[in-house]
């Protein structure tokens, strides 16, 4: 009974990975993350959404922890990486 009662979280938690990935991303983050993978700027970013830079890297934390990568630079290279792939 304690060995069924453990699988279960871990199963969720591997249903959950699954659906971390570009394709589980809002149109405002998908466009995010391909002015991330331009090379533009926060504060660039900021101009042309009419957001503060605040804003903008408080988006970019929730779109890095909703990919799942652990550094700013992981998201950077992850969108650069995404955008020069054409998707």
Known sequence: AVMAGRSKPLAHKAA???THGVES???AQLNLLQLLGRGKTHAEI???LNLSVRTVANRCVQL???L???TS???I???VCW???GV
């Open 16 to 18: 959950r990975r699954e």
């Open 25 to 27: 991303l809002t149109d």
């Open 46 to 48: 900021g101009r042309e």
């Open 64 to 66: 890095r922890k909703r």
């Open 68 to 70: 799942q990568l652990k």
């Open 73 to 75: 630079n992981g998201l």
């Open 77 to 79: 290279r992850y969108a």
């Open 83 to 85: 955008v020069e792939s």
